[in-house]
């Protein structure tokens, strides 16, 4: 491949031989090739919402399957770092193209993997569109600087360079956008990706990396890999030969990697978990608040990392709020997300349905007041899936467990405060500081919020959900390691700098010296 060109793209993958049209075999794809895992093992993913409904089977990889498929990406990255960044752009406009003509049938095939409803999964395939034109434009913008030199007849640079072979990691809950994050950027900066998908919800970024094959990327540069943390996490992330590691999940899992990818000093980005609070000040306009919490704690049935899990309300306000908010909750429709009479579809996964459980019986012991919800939903058709009652607490305090980690469900904790200064203190009071959300009226009270609160992400009037793609993505304390993939920044993520000197006075000069 000369730097001018691009390579005709890898095969597509096929149907698995007489298997179910709504069902497939699906296979790694690895130097181009779609390839079962060395051990020839498969595991299966199901619909959350109808057990009985099988999405397909994938390969149950290991560390052999890793160590191919990082061979590969190292093969194609040096031809592939000098197309120029504009040709590779040219690729991923091409995949937005293709995202944007399935993206009812992404959406659909979404929702029957990992649950939520139709309108979120349309939104879901979105934002992968809508990362592949903005990064898309980054080709032509891969901005360097220009400095003066302290010397004479001496020029000063500095430009982005590739890193090499990324190892992406990413989660159930976002299945296409957030490995669209990953991988878009990754690729237009000229690196080669050797991605794994959380196991929940494979499908789904196996049809993202089929949109790219489409569009032109070449064999060797995006490799899936599918299996299990333990079995493919953990060697991808210590493997010698991946230059950086993206990982979106929770942040146990994150300080693990931290301390793996220590090893080596590998280039490492973390988006970890959140407890996000929703303010409501005293003279907010209480119907767009209730809007904005129902919508940020129960969207995507609260599995985000920017749900709304705390509010912590003015005591003027409350008794309104908290009234409000649990007759809304209540009649909530849990379903299929295909139907679309479905407000809140199912938890991913039966051990998610337990693990939220389980905190609502934490909350009870711990003295809050259930209001609405606190029980699994298992009548009729319910019963065939992971569905749980939309849950609210009342009379949370800042040092219950339910108001401190993450839970990853359904669940929303009522917190009372008699002043700004003490909102703030509360909203600050979690290990984490991803999203955050006041609704208030008052022009300054708001400045104050967006200086005061410790987080990456502050909304005025807004839920703590709904990031857009032209901004920094990512949050502080144990949410992150500071970077942040989303907006002009996620591109520090995936490149590295050098800065260029260029000397034409035709004799030798030091600097800090010669001056």
């Given amino acids: ?33 779609w390839v079962p895992a060395r051990s020839g093992r498969t595991f299966e993913n199901r619909n959350p919402a109808r057990s009985s409904d099988l999405i397909g089977t994938f390969p149950e990889s290991g560390s052999e399957d890793v160590d191919e498929a990082v061979r590969a990406a190292r093969k194609a990255f040096p031809a592939w770092r000098l197309v120029p960044a504009p040709r590779r752009a040219e690729i991923i406009y091409r995949a937005a193209e293709i995202l944007r003509d399935r993206k009812e049938e992404l959406a659909r095939a ?38 003066p030199s302290e010397l004479p007849n001496k020029f000063g640079m500095s430009i982005r360079q590739p890193l090499g072979v990324c ?36 499908a789904s970024a196996h049809h993202l990396v089929e949109a790219l094959l489409e569009a032109g990327v070449p064999a060797g540069v995006l490799n899936i ?43 490492l980005s973390l988006e970890l978990g959140g407890k996000n609070a929703q303010i409501v000040m005293e003279d907010a306009d209480l119907d767009l608040a209730t809007e904005g919490a129902l919508w940020g704690a129960f969207g995507t049935t609260g599995q985000r990392c920017t749900a709304t899990s705390r509010l912590i309300v003015m005591k003027q306000v409350h008794d309104e709020m908290v009234r409000r908010l649990s007759e809304r909750a209540s009649k909530l429709r849990l379903g299929d997300g295909l139907d679309p009479g479905t407000d809140v579809g199912p938890l991913v996964n039966r051990a998610q349905r337990d693990k939220v459980h389980s905190y609502v019986e934490i909350g009870k012991k711990e003295g809050a007041r259930l209001v609405a919800g606190g029980s ?95 901004l920094p993505f990512g949050g502080v304390k144990e949410t992150g390691n ?21 000397d034409y006075s035709g004799k030798l000069q030091k600097a800090q010296i010669d001056r």
């Fill in 1 to 33: 491949m000369s730097p001018q060109t691009v390579p005709a793209p890898a095969e597509r993958a096929e149907r698995a031989p007489g298997a179910d049209p709504s069902s497939r075999a699906y296979l790694n794809l690895i130097g181009g090739k």
């Fill in 110 to 147: 979404m929702t029957r993997e990992m649950g939520k409803v139709l309108a979120e999964t349309r939104g879901d395939v979105q934002e992968a569109i809508d990362m592949a034109y903005y990064i898309g434009a980054e080709g032509r913008r891969l901005f360097g600087v220009t400095a």
């Fill in 167 to 202: 190892g992406l990691i990413t989660p159930w809950n976002f299945p296409m956008a957030i490995p669209s994050w990953k991988i878009f950027p990754a690729l237009v900066s000229g690196n080669t990706v050797v991605i794994k998908p959380a196991t929940d919800t494979p």
């Fill in 225 to 267: 890999v599918h299996g299990g943390g333990t079995a493919v996490g953990v060697p991808l992330t210590a493997h010698p030969d991946v230059n950086m590691i993206s990982f979106t999940g929770s942040s146990e899992v994150g300080k693990a990697i931290a301390e793996r990818t220590a090893r080596s000093l590998k280039r």
């Fill in 376 to 470: 699994p939903a298992e009548e009729g058709p319910l019963g065939e899936g992971h569905f749980y009652r939309p849950t609210i607490f009342d009379g949370v305090t800042p040092t219950m467990r339910i108001a401190v980690e993450e839970i990853f469900g359904p669940v929303l904790s009522v917190l009372t405060v008699s002043s700004f200064e003490q909102a703030v203190q509360v909203q600050n009071a979690t290990p984490y500081g991803l999203s955050s959300s006041i609704y208030t009226r008052d022009v300054n009270r708001a400045m104050r919020a967006i200086r005061d609160i410790e987080a990456g992400i502050t909304y005025i009037n807004g839920p703590t959900i709904g990031a857009e793609v032209q």
């Fill in 482 to 502: 500071g970077h942040r993939e989303g907006g002009p920044t996620v591109i520090d993520a995936f490149t590295e700098w050098k800065s260029v000197y260029v």
